[in-house]
């Protein structure tokens, strides 16, 4: 019982740590990173799968970028909104991609084992996006219309009223795709 407790202390401390030295990496960026209008910062990284992907592999479609962290509460809760936007959108065309900033890959697949995903999840652990993207903290969200242009960044967690996101963000992402 003891050993247990004190792995769990362990595990809890290397998070804290962990989550400290991002935030530190994050307040340090001087990246202002894309503005609206402009091309968003391409990006190569590996999926839960081993496959490597890229945003520009989604020239043509819009695409919904969020940065996230398992170790971040605002981040996890607001998972299942990624899944709402994703039922109401996907048939539009809109793809949702989640980067994880976690420094561990089996954090991240445990996370999407207990909380079943709709979108695919990325691995970032070195945080290069956020930097490249001017991210402040997690999480930070990017709308990405289908010339790769930013349409919109959202700094904290998405806008929601519950579990269903606001009308001005679903405005936001009727309008990128061409139906608002």
Same mark, same amino acid.
């Given at each position: 019982m003891l050993d247990a407790v004190r792995k769990r202390t362990r !595990?809890?401390?290397?998070g804290t740590v962990s989550a400290a030295i991002m935030l530190a990496v994050l307040a340090c960026n001087t990246s202002p990173g894309p503005h609206r209008g402009d091309l968003a910062p391409d990006f190569f990284l590996p999926a839960l799968d081993g496959r490597?992907?890229?945003?520009s592999n989604y !020239?043509?479609?819009? %695409?919904?970028? *969020?940065?996230w962290a398992t170790w971040c509460p605002p981040c996890i809760e607001e998972?299942?909104?990624? *899944?709402?936007? %994703? !039922?109401?959108y996907e048939q539009r065309g809109l793809v949702v991609i989640g980067i994880a900033a976690d420094e561990e890959r089996e954090l991240v697949e445990r996370f999407v084992q207990e909380h079943p995903l709709q979108f695919e999840v990325l691995l970032d652990p070195q945080g290069?996006?956020?930097t490249e993207y001017g991210i402040t903290g997690y999480p930070? =969200?990017?709308l990405i219309d289908r010339e790769g242009r930013l %349409?919109?960044?959202?700094?904290?967690p998405l806008p929601s009223l519950g579990d269903q996101p606001t009308p001005d963000l679903l405005? =936001?992402?009727d309008e990128a795709l061409g139906g608002g």
């Open positions: !595990r809890v401390a290397a490597v992907q890229k945003l !020239r043509g479609r819009v %695409v919904l970028v *969020n940065l998972m299942p909104l990624l *899944n709402e936007i %994703v !039922r109401r290069a996006v956020g930070e =969200t990017f %349409v919109a960044k959202i700094v904290g405005k =936001t992402i």
